[in-house]
């Protein structure tokens, strides 16, 4: 293992991971036309999201505010508006399946959006 | 334990490529699932414990049975695969390079992240030096502590959304009598 050994994990790391995470989001979101698959495109940015908040708040606590964890509340905040947004997305896609009988996203374009 | 890190870091990724480019639906929410195990696994790692078991709960075990549930409900032959247009393809994923490249670049220049190294999961009796287990174990009741005191009125907020969201979700898929 001494050849392996590697550099310590930094703040930077989980940014850059984060970013990552949150660019395979955004592929999915532009590439993927089934609502649900999108939705979860969406959870996979906002979970980027979340890891930002975690690793902000480590470097905070590193650099000496060991009380400070107001990264991880607004994390759980995160997760609590993404459960809600979840209930309302999955309610519309019932919703479309019952008028639009179809998820595809390219089809409903009763907005002309 | 550096390496630790690396592992999980890599199951995320993959895991999330796969919830991306997976034309099976319900495939998408297990490769889903594993990617908040691994996300949680990392929230452990950096001592946001409390943050993880919400994630857990919240997300592996509520959101995803909400979708695998409308999966379900809906029928799976009308959900289609990967996109099959090439330029649509190329074009998001030109995009996202870009997002990447311009952020990773902003990275760099701004100059506010400073790479402080982070707790990486070495076991507390490996690292050198006696641990304080009043530090150590302390997330939960802190993090719980302050999210009913500081925080209370976002919290009681929450409360509201997610009142106003199950409302609104049985206003939206209730079928019209």
């Known amino acids: 293992m001494n050849g392996m050994m590697l550099a310590p994990v930094t703040s930077m790391h989980y940014l850059v991971l984060s970013l990552i995470l949150f660019c395979i989001g955004v592929v999915g979101v532009l590439t993927r036309r089934n609502a649900i698959i999108i939705m979860m495109s969406i959870e996979l940015m906002l979970n980027a999201a979340t890891i930002n908040f975690v690793a902000f708040n480590g470097q905070i606590i590193a650099a000496g505010g060991h009380d400070n964890h107001v990264g991880q509340i607004f994390a759980l905040f995160i997760i609590a508006v993404a459960a809600a947004e979840a209930a309302i997305g999955l309610a519309i896609v019932i919703a479309l399946m019952r008028t639009r009988d179809s998820l595809n996203v390219d089809e409903i374009d009763l907005m002309k959006g | ?177």
């Open chain 2, 1 to 177: 334990m550096p390496f630790i890190f690396y592992i999980l870091a890599l199951v995320v990724v993959v895991s999330a490529l796969m919830v991306v480019t997976r034309p099976n639906a319900v495939h998408s929410v297990m490769w889903l699932i594993l990617t908040f195990f691994a996300v949680a696994a990392l929230f452990i790692l950096q001592g946001a414990e409390y943050l993880a078991a919400v994630q857990v709960l919240v997300y592996a075990g509520g959101i995803m049975v909400l979708f695998l549930f409308v999966i379900m409900l809906v029928k799976l032959e009308q959900v289609e695969g990967f996109v099959r247009s090439r330029m649509r393809l190329s074009a998001a994923v030109v995009l996202a390079g870009l997002l990447l490249v311009s952020v990773g670049v902003a990275f760099r220049l701004a100059g506010v992240v400073q790479a402080v190294p982070l707790p990486d999961g070495g076991l507390p009796g490996s690292q050198a030096g006696p641990v304080d287990l009043s530090l150590v174990s302390g997330n939960l009741e802190v993090v719980g502590t302050k999210l009913l005191t500081i925080y209370l009125l976002p919290f009681e907020l929450v409360s509201v959304i997610l009142l106003v969201a199950v409302v609104g979700a049985i206003v939206l898929a209730r079928r019209e009598a």
